[in-house]
C-alpha cells in the first residue's frame, strides 16, 4: 500500500487568517488523491491518503495526481510558510513534520516541495525526471539530532516530465483536420460493435452532432437520435433484426445528408474516415455503397480509409473510396518488435493499452473517458495515455484510440494474470450497461462474456435467449447447438431444460400449427438435473409459460391456467428476473369469457413489463391490453395502448408487432367511426407492405388490402374488388358487405351463400378460429385474429357477419310472409344466444342489422321501438365506457352504427 503524506506548516494559524486558501489546498488534494483511487484520512496536522498498487495503470495514475497537487501548491506557495507532501510507504508523521522545519541556519522553505521515496522514484522514472539530492527513506534518520531533518542528501525532489518522441506519422483525424481545417471528420471505427454495420451510428459522436445541428431541421436531429439510441443498444448483435437493418440504412442516408448540410454551411469540405475495413463485412459496404450511391453532392465529402485493410476488404468498398492513408505504426520499430521486454515499457501502460484494446471491441472511443471512470479509475488516465502510446507507435492506423493487434500476445504476455483482472473490469462493465438497459441483451453477449473470461448469470442466459427468439434472430443459438458451443455458454447442467425452452418459444413465436405442435410433441424435460438438484426457478417457469401459450392455442383453457399458475408460484422469489406470466393468465380468464379478471391481469402484466423493463414483453402486453380494452369497449383506452404498443415496438425492432399495432389502431379508428383515418393508416401499412423494405407475410397484405376496402366501403367509395385483389377471408366478407351497402342485394345474397358454403374445417383453416390461437406471434389470418378469437367460441366472426349479411339482404328483397318470419326468428334467436353482454365489439352492428331487417320488411311499430329502445341503451352503455368525451361523442355521432341507431331513437321519442 502506497501513502501519502501532506503537511502544511503553521497550519493552524493560516487556518484563522486563510481559512479559505487552506480549504481550496486541501479539498484539491483530497480530490486528485480520490480520483487516483486514494482513501484519504484528515489528521490534526497531517493530511493522508492511501493508494492500492493493484489498481489498473497505478503509477501513470500516480504521475497524474502528482501533476495535479504540483500545480495546486505552485500556485498557493507564496502564501504559505512552507509544506510538505511525501509519497511512499510506512511514512511517519514525525518525519514529515521534521522535513518542513527548517534549521537555523537554512533558508525558512528548506523543506518544503514533493519527495518521494527511492521505491516511489524508481516506478516513476519512466515518466518523471528527479532534481539532485538523496530520496526520502522509508522511515526517518534514528540515529539524527531529532530536532533535524533527515540526511538532505537523501531526498530529491520532483520536478520534471519525461519527454516522448512524437515523430510519428499523423493520424487520419489529424490528417484530414490539416486540409479541412475546422470541419469535424465523420469516423467508422469498424470492430467495435458485434455487426460490422451498427459502426455506422458510432460515426454520430457528441462532436458531430452539434456541427450539423445548426443546419438540419429540429425534426431531423431527433430523428438521428431516436435512431441512434435503438442502434446503439442493439450493438452487441452479431444478426440483425430486418427492421434494424433497415433503420440502419436510413440512419446513414440521414446522417450523410445531414453532415453534406453542415459542410456546405461552412463552404468546406468533410471527411468521412473508414477504420479497420479488414473488419467491416460486405453487408456493410454495399448498405454504405447504395446510400452513397443515392446522395447527389458527392464532391461535398473524402471518404478515406485508414488502418488496416486488405485488397479484398478495398474491393467491397468499389470506387467510394478516395485514399488510402497508410497506417501510422508502419514504420514503427515497435511493429517490427513485438516482443518486448517487460523494462522497455512500464506494466501500466500496458495495462491501459490492453483495457483500450478490450474496450474497443465493443465501445466507440468517444465513451472512454466515462469508461474508464465506470472502471473506478482517473478520468484524466485516458487522454493521458493516449499521448503516451501515440509516441511509443502503440496506435493502429489513423484513428487516435485502436491499440495495435499485433502488440495483444505482447501486452498479454507481459502483463500475465493482470490481464485477467481488465477483462473482468470490461465485463463487469457491459454487464452494468445491459442492466441498465443502455445495451440490449442477446445470445451473443453469452459468447462476449465468455471471451472475457465468464459465464452469464442463469437469469441474462434466459434473457439472451428469449431477446434473440422474440426478435427473429436465432442463427447464433442454431449454430452454437449444431457446434456444441451451446454447452460451455448455458452450462452442460442447462442443456436439456433450454434447448426445449429454445425450441418451443421459436415455434411459439415464429412457427406454423404444425411446428408448434411437433415441437410440443417432445416430453418436458424432468426438472431436476443430473446432480439431483433442481434448475434454476426461471427456467421451470419459462418451460410452464410456453406450455400455457401452447394450450390456449389449442383451446384447454384448463391445462393454460394450470401452466400458469405453476409459472407464477415459481416466480415468487425471482424478483425482477420473473418470467412475464400475467398477460397469458389474463388470455386465459378471457378465454373463460372472463373480462373483467382479464382486464385486471393484463394491468398487472403491464405494471410488471414496465417496472422490470422486460422490453420485448412490453409490446406484447400493450397490445394484447389495448385489444381487451377495445373489447370491452374503451375505445380511447385501447387506442393509446395501441400507440404505446407500436412506439415500443418500434423502439426495439420488433417489426412484426410494430406493424400489428399500427394494423389494431386503424381498426380502433374504424370503430369509433374515423374511417378517413382508418384508410390513410391502412394505406400506410399497405405502402411499407409493397416496399418490400421488412419481410411480411402474404396473409398480412391480404388482410390489409381487405380492410383498405372496407375503409373505401364506409366513405362512400366503392372501388371494383379487382382493384385490390382481395382474397382472404376478410376480403371474401367485405365483398359481401360493399354488396349489401351498394343496394346489390342479390349478389350479397349470393356471396355469403357462398362463404358460409365453405366445410367448417376448411373455413377454419382460412380463417383465424379454432384451428389455432397465436398469442406470441402477430397473427395475420384476418383482422378479427387474436384477442376476438380467444373471446368467443364456436362459429367464427367472419361466419357470423356473413349469416347476417345474408339475413339482411334477405329481408331487404322483400320476401314472403314466410320467409320474413323464419329470418326475423332466427335474428331474434341469434341476439338472445350469441350476444355477449357488453364484451362483443360487433353488437352495435348486430342491433344495425337487426333495426334493418326489422325496418324492410317493414315489422310492427311495437317490435322496432322495443328493438331500438334495446339497441339505443346498449349503445349508450357501450359508449360510456370510452372514458375520452371527444371519441365518444364521435363513436356515437360518426359510426355507421352509432349514427343509424342514434337517428332511430330520435324518431321513435327515446332521446
Same mark, same amino acid.
Given at each position: ?473 436465432? =442463427? ?7 457446434? =456444441? ?427
Amino acid at each position: 500500500m502506497v501513502q501519502m503524506a501532506f503537511y502544511i506548516r503553521f497550519k493552524s494559524q493560516l487556518r484563522r487568517t486563510r481559512p479559505e486558501l487552506i480549504a481550496a489546498l486541501e479539498g484539491e488534494v483530497v480530490r486528485a488523491a480520490s480520483a487516483a483511487g486514494g482513501s484519504t484520512e484528515t489528521g490534526r496536522k497531517v493530511l493522508t491518503a492511501s493508494f492500492d498498487e493493484n489498481r489498473m495503470g497505478f503509477w501513470l495514475d500516480m504521475v497524474i495526481f502528482l501533476e495535479r497537487v504540483a500545480k495546486a501548491l505552485e500556485e498557493a506557495s507564496l502564501e504559505l510558510y512552507g509544506y510538505v507532501l511525501a509519497l511512499g510507504r510506512d511514512i511517519p508523521e514525525a518525519s514529515i513534520v521534521k522535513l518542513c522545519r527548517p534549521p537555523p541556519e537554512r533558508g525558512a522553505r528548506r523543506g518544503t516541495g514533493i519527495w518521494c521515496s527511492q521505491e516511489v522514484c524508481r516506478a516513476l522514472g519512466y515518466y518523471v525526471v528527479f532534481g539532485s539530492g538523496g530520496t526520502l527513506c522509508p522511515r526517518p534518520s534514528q540515529t539524527g539530532d531529532e530536532g533535524e531533518p533527515p540526511d538532505s542528501e537523501r531526498y530529491r525532489e520532483l520536478q520534471e516530465w519525461r519527454t516522448f518522441d512524437e515523430k510519428k506519422k499523423p493520424p487520419a483525424r489529424d490528417y484530414s483536420a490539416k486540409i479541412f481545417t475546422d470541419t469535424p471528420v465523420l469516423n467508422v471505427r469498424f470492430g467495435a460493435a458485434g455487426c460490422a454495420l451498427l459502426c455506422f451510428a458510432d460515426a454520430y459522436t457528441p462532436q458531430i452532432r452539434p456541427f450539423i445541428a445548426g443546419a438540419v431541421s429540429k425534426d431531423t436531429i431527433e430523428e438521428l437520435d431516436m435512431a441512434h439510441s435503438l442502434l446503439f443498444r442493439e450493438r452487441l448483435r452479431q444478426e440483425l433484426p430486418v427492421y434494424v437493418m433497415e433503420r440502419t440504412k436510413r440512419f446513414i442516408r440521414s446522417l450523410l445528408t445531414a453532415y453534406i448540410a453542415a459542410v456546405r454551411a461552412k463552404s468546406a469540405r468533410g471527411t468521412i474516415v473508414m477504420e479497420a475495413l479488414h473488419l467491416a463485412d460486405a453487408a456493410a459496404a454495399k448498405n454504405f455503397r447504395e446510400v452513397y450511391a443515392s446522395l447527389g453532392e458527392k464532391k461535398k465529402f473524402l471518404v478515406l480509409a485508414a488502418g488496416n485493410s486488405t485488397a479484398k476488404s478495398l474491393k467491397n468498398w468499389g470506387g467510394v473510396l478516395n485514399q488510402t492513408i497508410i497506417n501510422a505504426y508502419d514504420n514503427s520499430p515497435l511493429s517490427k518488435k513485438v516482443e518486448l521486454s517487460r523494462e522497455i515499457i512500464p506494466r501500466e501502460i500496458l495495462e491501459v493499452s490492453y483495457n483500450i484494446l478490450i474496450l474497443g471491441q465493443y465501445f466507440p472511443d468517444y465513451l472512454f473517458p466515462q469508461l474508464f471512470e465506470e472502471q473506478g479509475l482517473n478520468r484524466e488516465m485516458y487522454s493521458r495515455s493516449l499521448t503516451m502510446l501515440r509516441s511509443l507507435g502503440m496506435l493502429a492506423g489513423g484513428h487516435s484510440t485502436s491499440v495495435m493487434p499485433a502488440l495483444t500476445f505482447r501486452d498479454e504476455k507481459a502483463l500475465g494474470a493482470r490481464k485477467e483482472k481488465i477483462r473482468t473490469a470490461v465485463r463487469n462493465i457491459i454487464l452494468a450497461w445491459v442492466e441498465a438497459g443502455r445495451l440490449r441483451p442477446c445470445f451473443n453477449l453469452l459468447n462476449v462474456l465468455v471471451e472475457l473470461g465468464g459465464r452469464a448469470t442463469d437469469d441474462l442466459i434466459l434473457r439472451a435467449i428469449r431477446a434473440d427468439v422474440l426478435n427473429g434472430t436465432p =442463427e447464433g443459438i442454431e449454430k452454437s447447438i449444431r457446434k =456444441e458451443r451451446f454447452v460451455s455458454l448455458v452450462g452442460d447442467w442447462n442443456v436439456p431444460v433450454l434447448t426445449y425452452i429454445y425450441k418451443t418459444l421459436r415455434a411459439l413465436a415464429a412457427g406454423e400449427k404444425d411446428d408448434i405442435q411437433e415441437a410440443f410433441g417432445e416430453p418436458v424435460p424432468s426438472m431436476t438435473r443430473k446432480d439431483t438438484k433442481s434448475w434454476y426457478e426461471a427456467y421451470q417457469a419459462q418451460a410452464q409459460i410456453n406450455l400455457a401459450a401452447f394450450y390456449i392455442g389449442t383451446r384447454s383453457s384448463a391445462a393454460a391456467s394450470e401452466a400458469v399458475r405453476k409459472a407464477m408460484f415459481l416466480n415468487r422469489d425471482l424478483g425482477k428476473n420473473a418470467v412475464p406470466a400475467n398477460r397469458l393468465f389474463s388470455l386465459v380468464h378471457l378465454s373463460q369469457q372472463r373480462i373483467d379478471d382479464a382486464q385486471e391481469y393484463i394491468s398487472f402484466a403491464l405494471e410488471q413489463a414496465e417496472t422490470m423493463e422486460q422490453n420485448e414483453e412490453l409490446a406484447l402486453t400493450c397490445y394484447f391490453a389495448s385489444s381487451i380494452s377495445f373489447l370491452h369497449g374503451n375505445l380511447s383506452r385501447a387506442q393509446r395502448l395501441a400507440m404505446k404498443a407500436e412506439e415500443t415496438a418500434v423502439a426495439f425492432g420488433q417489426a412484426g408487432w410494430a406493424m400489428r399495432a399500427t394494423f389494431l389502431r386503424g381498426k380502433i379508428c374504424f370503430e369509433i367511426g374515423r374511417y378517413s383515418d382508418a384508410l390513410e393508416i391502412f394505406e400506410s401499412l399497405h405502402d411499407t407492405i409493397t416496399a418490400g423494405v421488412i419481410p411480411c407475410p402474404p396473409l398480412m397484405s391480404a388482410t390489409v388490402r381487405a380492410w383498405i376496402y372496407r375503409a373505401k366501403v364506409f366513405i362512400g367509395r366503392f372501388p371494383p374488388p379487382g382493384d385490390l385483389a382481395l382474397t382472404g377471408n376478410d376480403g371474401k366478407l367485405f365483398e359481401i358487405e360493399a354488396a349489401y351497402f351498394a343496394a346489390d342485394y342479390e349478389r350479397a345474397k349470393t356471396l355469403a351463400e357462398r362463404f358460409l358454403s365453405l366445410p367448417d374445417e376448411k373455413a377454419q383453416e382460412l380463417y383465424s378460429g379454432k384451428d389455432f390461437l397465436f398469442t406470441e406471434q402477430p397473427d395475420w389470418r384476418s383482422g378479427f385474429a387474436q384477442c376476438e378469437d380467444i373471446l368467443f367460441s364456436g362459429k367464427t366472426q367472419g361466419a357470423r357477419i356473413a349469416w347476417i349479411y345474408r339475413a339482411m339482404a334477405h329481408c331487404a328483397l322483400h320476401p314472403s310472409r314466410e320467409a320474413k318470419a323464419g329470418i326475423l326468428g332466427s335474428m331474434q334467436r341469434f341476439m338472445r344466444d350469441e350476444l355477449l353482454p357488453d364484451t362483443d365489439p360487433n353488437d352495435a352492428f348486430y342491433f344495425y342489422a337487426w333495426y334493418c331487417m326489422l325496418h324492410d320488411t317493414d315489422a310492427e311499430h311495437i317490435d322496432t321501438n322495443m328493438v331500438v329502445s334495446m339497441a339505443y341503451k346498449r349503445l349508450q352503455r357501450r359508449a360510456g365506457k370510452i372514458d375520452d368525451m371527444k371519441t365518444r361523442r364521435t363513436f356515437l355521432t360518426l359510426s355507421r352504427w352509432g349514427n343509424t341507431l342514434n337517428l332511430a331513437a330520435r324518431e321513435y321519442k327515446l332521446v
